[in-house]
């Protein structure tokens, strides 16, 4: 996971966790628009912070769960960018 990636999913975790703190605090409007935004930003920037798994329905010919293990765990990123990557390796 990048640095980036680390600071998009504290920052909506913290727009989610604040929504929840005006929502009890009485602030049901403010409390409602800042889990709302958590919310949206999280599909939006989800592909960015969870993978892209677009073209992923299952694993191609030649590659191996196993291969996709070992590869997350030498160079990190999703389980689809290592899916990727190993059958360009592969293929």
Same mark, same amino acid.
């Given at each position: 996971?990048?640095?980036?990636? !680390?600071? #998009?999913?504290v920052a909506i975790t913290a727009a989610a966790v604040g929504g929840i703190a005006f929502?009890?605090? /009485? @602030?049901? /409007?403010? /409390?409602?628009?800042?889990l709302l935004a958590a919310l949206a930003a999280a599909f939006l920037l989800g592909p960015g912070i969870l993978g892209d798994p677009a073209g992923i329905g299952r694993l191609p010919e030649g590659v191996t769960a196993a291969d !996709?293990? @070992? &590869? #997350?765990? #030498? &160079?990190? /990123?999703?389980?689809?960018?290592a899916v990727r990557a190993v059958g360009r390796r592969e293929g």
């Open positions: 996971m990048t640095a980036s990636n !680390v600071l #998009r999913t929502w009890l605090a /009485g @602030e049901a /409007g403010i /409390g409602t628009l800042l !996709v293990k @070992e &590869h #997350r765990k #030498r &160079h990190g /990123g999703s389980i689809s960018d």
